[in-house]
């Protein structure tokens, strides 16, 4: 540690950090606009200016170590200040001449009340300018659907293209000409190719490059702010969710060390417009093979004489992707009422179950977890589009130091190094058998970390992959003491939760697929689009887009969506989270548990509670871990490895192919989304030139 | 600086390899540094492509750097763009630099530019035949051979509007030309006779430890009024 005088407290800190940071350790705030903790320093703003005893001239905190500060002539720490009529002046100097070139656009710029350059004037301004000749022009680039530039508001703080660089990992954004000529752009103004690059939006700190399908629509002191968690991957990230009225506005993300850090993907963000369109705001029953608009108590009377007259075993439930643990925590319990055993969550035929422990279906090592492994082996996934900040986090941990990885899987780009071993199940069964070259690596390693995706199980012979993964795991000593490198990435928001409150079929139970293919008589339906549902079954779908699961309903019960109501989310690491409720839901549609619970009376099995915390206080009595928000709970791994080593099998020969074939159209909401779909469409333009 | 701006797309050549020398050139380039630091041979190569390209860089030519070098195209073109050695507009065969800063200018840079305009036309414009294109820089630190300018490789200094002419005519036609000065000196030695440094005492060894001497007679005037105060 280091001693250091910062304004006259005299702090102790680690020697690497920056004056800056030893600053803000002091309680000082130091003014910046390039310096961002989670990118390289750049040390280009010079808005951080403090003044160190000794130094000739105020020198730039962010880029300035505290062990190069050179102790007093006696020995005394150094000393710094941030608040001197120097650091001052020098500060409005450096305020001036960034000011001289930007526009005096606030009132038209979207970035403005959100904007640091405009904070900062106040305190840094002056009021008059002594510039008189032109400002500075510079054409706007053109960056695809989702970021929109006004290049003339840039103060080339570099941050887009150091996030573009160091986390994104795309090579897209950079600084062409120099001096005063000095642009952003993309090569020749192509459109970026990140699935993260609407984070260089919230990273500008003015207004040069802001979000294109929010443009001016609203000022962000308008907005009411709601602490989310983000539905449409596994991963959770934290989101707040800013909501006008009725209307979710945007959604940007929060600092979640343990998830997300700071980013969110671009699906996570700007489907928002998808919370509009194709929105089921009134029940609806199939009368003639046609759907008309219906009450309530009509929906609720048709579902009513179906049921009654079927048998159970006949009846059954599946629940989609985006359901949050108290709606399938209702859904269980209503089918519970009835005697229904045909209760899934798992559409896409994944083999997991909570037969095998709660660790066989965990994402272990968890997310902060990856920073300390030493040796990744990826199974069946592509973690760049089906867990975005996974593969961040696989990124940021190969590039303080190369590890190796390993894919077996689709051949995809990662943006990192990886060794392509194979493409399906006879590869991981040469790594088990020692003879292929990488099962050395893992076993050198001392945190050897597998991740197996939803690829990998959800296809026939998932069982036996499984059950071949967790054999190479507990082979290469990837669980042990203190270190759980055994991971299932999911891709699907409401799974973990699913699997957490036991939606899987009970004895003799039917699947989700089998479900699907005619086994039952009557199906509900709650927000599963990704599954066809073979005709003759009645269906009962309740959900809240206009989507395929929609379609081919003869009873539609209009739900929320996740930011329409308070929902607990458990991610792929097992880790519970709660959204809260931002914005409302159109017309008649209703929050979901609420729908079930009306509809349990319809059927006179009245669920025992009235509210949605009694329905918590239940849940929480039977599932305890799921009361503990934002913690992991832990799994026991070391046994669920050795139960799924033990099932063996013989897995087939086809390759793994990722779930995920469009990253910008997983889920209903999505789908409904115009951003969404350009984004697609332009990704699968790029997809076919790089194929070229 | 110059108004600098990619040459527009239908004069880029459709594509760009480089020739069988530059390859080896460009790979014994990309051995100098480390593995994994190939990035760092990009100027050199840049430069080769340049000149194979005639003088100006093309976005193929960006391009086929980038890959050689496993960088990304951004990363070549910002150097590309930065550095103003690199043309990215077609230039002329013989593509004259002027030198247009202060001391050139002291010394008639203005008549041969008003050459330049005239028989070339406006800067960054290559001549019809080809043959000519110019371009206003800065200090390029010949200054005491004003006025100057580079063409191609070579610095043509001591010009005057005359012996200008002639060098351009001289070009066009494709006759030899004399690099350097062009007024007949070798060098920048004085042109007649010498007017500094002309005491002989500087080169007899009298002057040594003279400047040690008169800082002691300073030392000495300054001490005494000084003293003086402290007695009254």
Known sequence: ????????????????????????????????????????????????????????????????????????????????????????????????????????????????????????AMAYGVDTSRYHENKRAVPDKDLGPLVKTSMNRCIHCTRCIRFTTEVAGVSDLGAIWRGEDMEITSYLEKALGSELQSNVADLCPVGALTHKPEAFHYRPWELSKTDSVDVTD??????????????????????????????????????????????????????????????????????????????????????????????????????????VKNIDARQDGTVLSPAYGRASYLFNSTIPGIEDADAILIVGSNPRIEGSLVNVRIRKRWRFAPMPIGVIG???????????????????????????????????????????????????????????????????????????????LHTAA????????????????????????????????????????????????????????????????????YTEKSGTYVNTEGRVQMGGRAAFPPGEAREDWAILRALSDGLGHRLPFDSLSALRQKLYAEHPHLGAVDVVSAADAASAVQVLAGLGGTPGREGFTSPVMDFYLTNPIARASGVMAECSALARGLRLEAAE | MAVRKLAPEEIQPKSFAFSPENEVFADQQIAKYPPGRQASAVIPLLWRAQ???????????????AAKLDMPDIRVMEVATFYTMFNLEPVGKYFIQFCGTTPCQLRGAGDIKKVLERRIGEQNHVSADGNFSWLEVECLGACCNAPMVQINDDYYEDLTTENFEKLLDDLAAGRPVKKGPQNGRRASEPQDAIKTLTDPSLYDGSMIGTWRKRFEEEAVKTAEPAGQDKKS
């Open chain 1, 234 to 339: 596994a991963v959770g990230s934290a989101i707040r969710v800013d909501s006008r009225g009725r209307e979710v506005m945007r959604i940007l993300p929060r600092v979640n060390e343990a998830v997300n850090e700071e980013w969110i993907t671009d699906k996570a963000r700007h489907i928002v417009d998808g919370l509009r369109l194709q929105r089921l705001d009134r029940p609806f029953v199939r009368e003639n093979g046609r759907l008309r608009p219906a009450s309530w108590q009509e929906a609720f009377g048709v579902i009513a004489n179906r049921v009654k007259g079927a048998d159970p075993k006949r009846i059954g439930a599946i629940a989609g992707d985006l359901a949050a643990v108290e709606e399938m925590y209702a859904l269980k319990a209503l089918m519970q009422s009835l005697g």
């Open chain 1, 1 to 120: 540690m280091a001693k250091i005088i910062v304004d006259g407290v005299e702090v102790d800190v680690p020697p690497e950090y920056t004056l800056l940071q030893a600053a803000e350790a002091a309680g000082a705030e130091i003014p910046r606009f390039c310096f961002h903790e989670r990118l390289s320093i750049a040390g280009n703003c010079r808005m951080c200016l403090v003044e160190v005893k000794g130094a000739p001239k105020p020198v730039a905190s962010c880029a300035w170590g505290v062990r190069d500060c050179r102790p007093g002539p006696n020995g005394e720490p150094p000393e710094v200040s941030t608040k001197s009529a120097t650091v001052k002046k020098a500060r409005e100097g450096v305020m001036e001449f960034l000011l001289i070139n930007h526009p005096l656009d606030c009132p038209i710029c979207d970035q403005g009340g959100q904007c640091d350059l405009q904070d900062q």
């Open chain 1, 410 to 488: 689709e051949k995809a780009d990662l943006t990192y190094d990886y060794d392509y071993l194979g493409a399906g199940p006879e590869t991981l069964a040469e790594i088990l058998a020692g003879r292929h070259s990488f099962a050395e690596k893992l076993k050198g390693a001392k945190h050897p970390l597998i991740i197996v995706g939803q690829g990998a199980l959800s296809r026939p012979d998932g069982l036996a992959v499984l059950s071949l993964a967790a054999q190479v795991a507990k082979e290469v000593g990837a669980v042990k003491d203190g270190w759980n490198g055994f991971s299932i």
């Open chain 1, 494 to 561: 409401s799974r973990v939760g699913a699997l957490d409150l036991g939606f899987v079929p009970g004895e003799g139970g039917l699947t989700a697929r089998q479900m699907a293919a005619g086994g039952v008589d009557v199906l509900f339906n709650l927000g599963a689009d990704e599954i066809d549902v073979a005709p003759g079954t009645f269906v009962i779908y309740q959900g809240t887009h206009g989507d395929r699961g929609a379609h081919r309903a003869d009873v539609i019960l209009p739900g929320a969506t």
């Open chain 2, 51 to 65: 000149e194979q390209a005639g003088g100006w860089l093309p976005q193929k030519a960006i391009e086929a750097v």
